[in-house]
């Protein structure tokens, strides 16, 4: 099994593909299970694969890029 990786907020943010003050933000209220060690905010990758989950059954991101591409298919 490997071994608990934590990120700090910068990283976590990386991994999300978000901007890091979201990612700060989403620790600090809790969306995200987080701690603050000292002056940064870490998680585990586990929780950020856990919000990961929950964003895209929220949003998928797929059908709506299938959606908008429907609207734009040719009639001829």
Same mark, same amino acid.
């Given at each position: /099994?490997?071994?608990?990786?934590? @990120?700090?907020?910068?990283?976590? *943010?990386?991994? @999300?593909?978000?901007?890091? !003050?979201? /990612?700060?933000?989403?620790? $600090?209220?809790?969306? =995200?299970? *987080?701690?603050?060690t000292?002056?940064?905010?870490? *998680? @585990?990758? &586990?929780?950020l694969?856990?919000?990961? #989950?929950? $964003?895209?059954?929220?949003?998928? #991101?797929?059908d =709506? =890029?299938?959606? #908008? *591409?429907? !609207?734009? &298919?040719?009639?001829?």
């Amino acid at each position: /099994m490997e071994p608990e990786k934590w @990120l700090d907020g910068v990283e976590a *943010a990386k991994y @999300l593909d978000m901007h890091p !003050s979201t /990612m700060r933000e989403y620790m $600090r209220r809790g969306v =995200i299970h *987080a701690k603050k060690t000292g002056k940064k905010w870490v *998680a @585990l990758r &586990e929780s950020l694969d856990e919000y990961r #989950v929950r $964003r895209d059954e929220k949003w998928p #991101v797929k059908d =709506i =890029i299938s959606e #908008v *591409a429907k !609207s734009f &298919e040719r009639v001829d």
